[in-house]
């Protein structure tokens, strides 16, 4: 660690799914200083990749960006007690109507470290079975699903089709893994 210190956090707003706070800080010298920050509920994303090299991806509506998204499968963190995997699983068959023989914890990474604390588990789910989904809300019930070659990736971000960072981190990350697999 490099001498700084969390002192506390002042809360400036409650909302339904986060929490808006002025946080304090010590750094090395000793001196305080304060920031801004977002306090988020945790998120698990997953990268339905089946056999012949494709994935499964929602086309959605963001509200906070106003357009569709072409993302992978996502979902919060919001059932007490429940573990990340079981909630992967969970969001997988929500979502795209898919069960997962193996879901392979991948990477973990802050979005938006800046600002947030939020904290995304990224998922390889293989082995795939399609169920009845059981989508949730608005923007869920209107979404469509789309399925892309991993070959094709480079070229949907370069292009601007993919702008969404757990999506690009999660479908290059594939990408390498099955790289190396068939390597």
Do not use: W
């Amino acid at each position: 660690m490099t001498g700084f210190r969390h002192v506390g956090d002042s809360e400036i707003a409650t909302l339904a799914r986060l929490r808006i706070v002025r946080a304090e800080f010590e750094a090395p010298d000793g001196s305080r200083f304060q920031r801004d920050v977002v306090r988020n509920q945790q998120v698990v994303a997953m990268v339905p990749l089946f056999a012949d090299g494709s994935v499964c991806l929602v086309r959605q509506y963001r509200g906070p960006v106003d357009q569709e998204i072409l993302e992978i499968p996502a979902g919060l963190c919001d059932v007490t007690d429940e573990p990340p995997e079981s909630t992967a699983a969970r969001e997988l068959v929500e979502e795209v109507g898919l069960v997962a023989d193996t879901l392979k914890l991948v990477a973990t990474f802050h979005p938006a470290a800046g600002f947030s604390d939020q904290l995304v588990r990224l998922y390889l789910a293989t082995g795939l079975t399609s169920v009845p989904d059981n989508r949730q809300g608005p923007e869920e019930d209107h979404m469509t699903i789309e399925r892309i070659h991993l070959d094709d990736v480079p070229a949907l971000i370069a292009h601007g089709q993919l702008i969404d960072s757990k999506t690009i981190i999660g479908l290059l990350l594939t990408r390498e893994l099955v790289g190396q697999l068939g390597a």
